[in-house]
């Protein structure tokens, strides 16, 4: 089927910004076929039109680092830096069933989705199936996988390697042609890791295929501890390790030197930067300006709800600018533009999906979202940008399509009943209010 989208203000993020004040965007099964003017737009019989009403029509958004199954745990500890907060936390995190992870994917996804988010990188301890499990049936693009652990250095809950092979495996087969489910393997960190297993791991995604990811560079106790076990910063120890190339992806990336970022760059590494959850450990302020000039693709992530505790790209878009204009006092220092990029494009390539999802470009998939903002001087380019970034939420976001397929408008999910859900939830857990958080 073909679908005409217009009436609308559209927000490609092509490599050239190109933005259609009256614009319109043909879809074509699960594909984009055209983006452009209203009218140059192809007109057929057989296209059905669909008027967007004036919306602002941008790409799905992609959440490059985020643990969905942590979320039912939403406020369990909100203070301490990485270490204290994730001591703290080790007991219930280190535990949770797998009805309880099922759910927490669940409610991630239900809260990405009607967020803009069309696509998330998922970092899972036990049941890597669950992710793209919940996302496919709700019709979210997912990149899922487990990150290993060494018993010897993070002693809480079940040892996950190499169990977390097979269960990759099995989610890959499970998933296999549903156009929506992609996979990786990954490693927890260089600090919960020990050498050995950081190569095994790399070394077995390698074989398979497929993506790496880790969390790396994260906080200055991680640095001084990887220095005194092995001599080496985090970045460096990886780098010694052969860890990074064009498929690693690291998550944080804070605490990273200039021979860090020259190690990243020539590696062809890229980064997912989590500026609200790095705000609340207390990690630091990732140089993603630096990071960037240096050509490091780096998307933006909003971790886990118990590190943030929302999963709510516009505000890490926001707080991302905030913090590198802070960080060097200096108003310029990134852009409305360069956190919209982030979001979108930047972040898809970041996963390795640069040529799938990030844009409105005749040729991907159709992963879009469309806004009703609205501002008293009317819509033009420079305040549809600013807004997206400086003013608007989840709140705005009236439709979401994945794949060519609509699959939450006006409020309501089409693939799924949210209230059975949300029922579900109430009989299993005892919740009684009526209101919405996500
Ligand atoms: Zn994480």
């Known amino acids: 089927m073909k679908t005409l989208l217009k009436n609308a203000f559209v927000v490609t993020v092509n490599e050239t910004f190109a933005c259609y004040p009256d614009g319109a965007v043909l879809v074509d099964g699960p594909r984009i076929s055209y983006v452009g003017p209203a009218a140059q737009a192809p007109h057929h019989a057989d296209i059905v039109v669909r008027d967007m009403r004036g919306a602002v ?58 967020g803009g988010i069309t696509t998330a990188c998922d970092c899972a301890r036990h049941g890597t199936a669950l992710f793209s499990e919940v996302a496919s049936k709700i019709g979210m693009r997912s990149l899922s996988g487990a990150m290993a652990n060494s018993p010897a250095l993070r002693k809480a809950g079940v ?76 970045i460096q120890h990886l780098a010694h390790l052969d860890i990074l190339d064009s498929s690693t992806v690291l998550a944080h990336c804070v605490q990273v030197d200039d021979a860090d970022m020259e190690s990243i760059a020539s590696s062809g590494a890229t980064v997912a930067h989590n500026p609200v959850s790095n705000g609340k450990l207390a990690s630091g302020i990732a140089p993603v300006t630096e990071m960037r000039r240096r050509c490091i693709p780096v998307g933006l992530g909003t971790d886990s709800n118990i590190s943030n505790n929302a999963l709510n790209l516009f505000q ?11 960080a060097a006092q200096n108003g310029y220092a990134m852009s409305a533009r360069d956190a919209i990029v982030m979001a979108t494009r930047e972040g898809a390539a970041a996963l390795g999906m640069g040529d799938v999802t990030g844009s409105l470009e005749a040729g991907k998939r159709a992963d879009l979202v469309a806004l009703d903002l609205y501002h008293p001087l009317g819509l033009t380019e420079e305040r549809v940008i600013s807004d997206i970034v400086f003013a608007a939420g989840p709140q705005h976001v009236r439709m979401v399509m994945i794949d060519g397929r609509t699959v939450f408008e006006d409020g309501r999910f089409t693939r799924v009943d949210e209230a059975a859900i949300r029922e579900e939830w109430n009989m299993r857990y005892g919740a009684q209010s009526a209101g919405s958080t996500i």
């Open 57 to 114: 029509i941008m790409p799905g958004m992609v959440n490059t680092h985020t643990h969905g199954g942590l979320c039912l745990h939403r406020g369990a500890c909100d203070e301490g830096d990485l270490f204290e907060w994730a001591a703290a936390l080790a007991p219930t995190t280190s535990n949770i069933p797998p009805q309880g992870l099922k759910d927490g994917c669940t409610l991630a996804i239900l809260e990405m989705v009607r």
């Open 159 to 234: 040892p996950n390697w190499p169990a977390m092979i097979g269960e990759t495996e099995e989610a890959m087969a499970a998933r296999d042609g549903d156009g929506l489910s992609s996979f990786y393997l990954g490693a927890h960190s260089p600090y919960n890791c020990t050498p050995d297993l950081l190569v095994d791991v790399k070394r077995a995604a390698n074989e398979r295929g497929l993506p790496f990811v880790i969390h790396a560079a994260e906080n200055f106790k991680e640095t001084e501890m990887v220095l005194e076990r092995y001599g080496r910063r985090p």
């Open 316 to 326: 890490e878009m926001k707080v991302a600018v905030l913090l590198q204009r802070l």
